[in-house]
């Protein structure tokens, strides 16, 4: 077979001006000016792409406190680790964030920030000689705490809550299920039995964690019913709460819930399969609308919190 060049000569073309384009001049960044407000930086961000749905989550979560309606968040341990706990509980003061859902890892890292004010321990050096997470205290204060919580007919996050509030913590202040339990906030543990290193220590029961993390599943559920109109923001769970987060979606709509215009939001610094497809996607194919932002969650969290308060703030204030 033989081939002659293209003849390019006869192409049609038509006018720039009737194109639809994507991007515009309007939309591009405005720079910063020293000095000036965090408002003015919002403002200031191109309007397009991650930038874009950043204002768009910020004003969901604005226009659910403004209604009264939940937002929900669900988290991993990373956000206690690198120092977000006191962001969180000034949601929750503020009522903005009124439901939060966690992995039991976070029940480690938050006892140990209200026990001692440090966590996370060195996990390469202490796992060849056996010593990983054999914290004495850890694993006795926080199974004690769960056993009798579950026998007073708590879950597992009212237990916590309940412990660190009601004992000798010098950094309660600090602790997210203590804040949780002041305010009335429902917190929610869900636990994959042998995934947390309080699951090795004697005083771990197997009946009790399972009935404190079933107890909490169904309260979280319920949360999950009441979030026509409101917000789910899952923070740092790579596998553990968007699963459980689709399988209460499903429950919740199995009895009734329609969960038509539900805003879910997946924030983590990789994108990975299990939060986009069960947290973003899924619940919101009959309505609504799901959002990943990308970025560290030492940055972005904090940077979402502020522009929250400053929509309340320039609309409705606080």
């Given amino acids: 077979m033989k081939f ?30 020293p000095g000036s407000s965090f408002r003015a930086f919002l403002g200031g961000l191109p309007g397009i792409l991650a930038a874009d749905s950043f204002r768009q989550v910020a004003s969901a979560v604005a226009d659910a406190k403004r209604a009264d309606g939940t937002v929900a968040l ?72 769960v056993n009798a919580g579950v026998k007073d007919g708590l879950g597992i996050g009212a237990a916590i809550g309940r412990a660190i509030s009601e004992g000798a913590f010098p950094f309660a202040e600090k602790s997210l299920f203590a804040a949780a339990y002041r305010l009335g906030v429902p917190a929610t543990v869900h636990v994959a039995i042998g995934t947390d290193i309080v699951h090795m220590h004697p005083a771990a029961d197997g009946a009790s964690i399972g009935e404190g993390s079933m107890r909490d599943f169904k309260l979280f559920s319920s949360v999950v019913a009441s979030l026509e109109g409101g917000v789910y923001i899952n923070l740092g769970s790579a596998v553990l709460m968007p699963e459980v987060f689709l399988k209460a979606v499903t429950l919740a709509r199995n009895l009734g819930s329609p969960l038509a215009s539900l805003t879910t939001v997946n924030m983590d610094f990789i994108q990975g399969y299990r939060p986009s497809t069960n947290v973003v996607r899924r619940p919101t194919l009959k309505g609504g609308r799901g959002y990943s932002l990308t970025g560290h969650h030492e940055i972005m969290f904090p940077l979402l919190a502020a522009a929250v308060l400053e929509e309340l703030e320039g609309k409705a204030g606080l």
């Fill in 74 to 145: 669900g988290m991993g341990a990373h956000p206690v680790k690198v120092g977000l706990s006191p962001v969180i509980i000034d949601l929750m003061e503020r009522g903005i964030v009124n439901a939060l859902a966690t992995n039991g890892a976070v029940v480690v890292h938050d006892f140990e920030m209200a026990y001692q004010g440090r966590t996370s321990e060195d996990v390469d050096a202490e796992i060849g000689n056996g010593s990983f997470g054999m914290a004495e205290e850890t694993g006795r204060l926080i199974n004690e705490a």
């Fill in 4 to 33: 002659t060049p293209i003849d390019t000569s006869r192409i049609k073309t038509y006018s720039l001006a009737g194109r639809k384009s994507k991007v515009e001049a309007a939309g591009a960044a405005k720079p910063f000016v």
